[in-house]
């Protein structure tokens, strides 16, 4: 596994959550990064995504003003700021490595083994 994302849990509605993806030393830090997320039933969907720079980011409408993307390419890891949860935020949450900012998960080649997110109402 060459992305490790965890963090995930059980949340109330309305709570925060922070994820974090950790990947081998350096092996990324030229990647654009992404977070998407697979609910049951449904298709893999973009949550948030960042240049290799960090200077450009891309948020899903879903989550917009309520997630942050923030990557440290010294510290190989790139986490994601879940805010004012809500139960349709419910999923497994996975972080991937690709060649380019792309809301198509086709476009990201490597891939974490995901975390779950959970939030009751």
């Known amino acids: 596994v060459q992305l490790q994302a965890y963090g995930g849990g059980q949340v109330q509605a309305g709570g925060s959550l922070t994820l974090t993806c950790v990947y081998p030393?350096?092996?990324?830090?030229?990647?654009?990064l992404a977070w998407f997320r697979q609910a049951p039933g449904k298709e893999r969907e973009l949550v948030a995504a960042i240049s290799w720079s960090g200077e450009r980011a891309i948020y899903a409408d879903p989550v917009l003003g309520r997630a942050t993307i923030d990557r440290h390419n010294q510290r190989d890891k790139m986490i994601l700021l879940m805010t004012k949860l809500v139960p349709d935020d419910t999923a497994v949450y996975y972080c991937a490595a690709g060649s380019h900012l792309d809301w198509n998960p086709d476009a990201y080649d490597y891939w974490g083994q995901g975390t779950q997110v959970t939030v009751s109402s």
């Open positions: 030393r350096g092996l990324f830090s030229s990647y654009p």
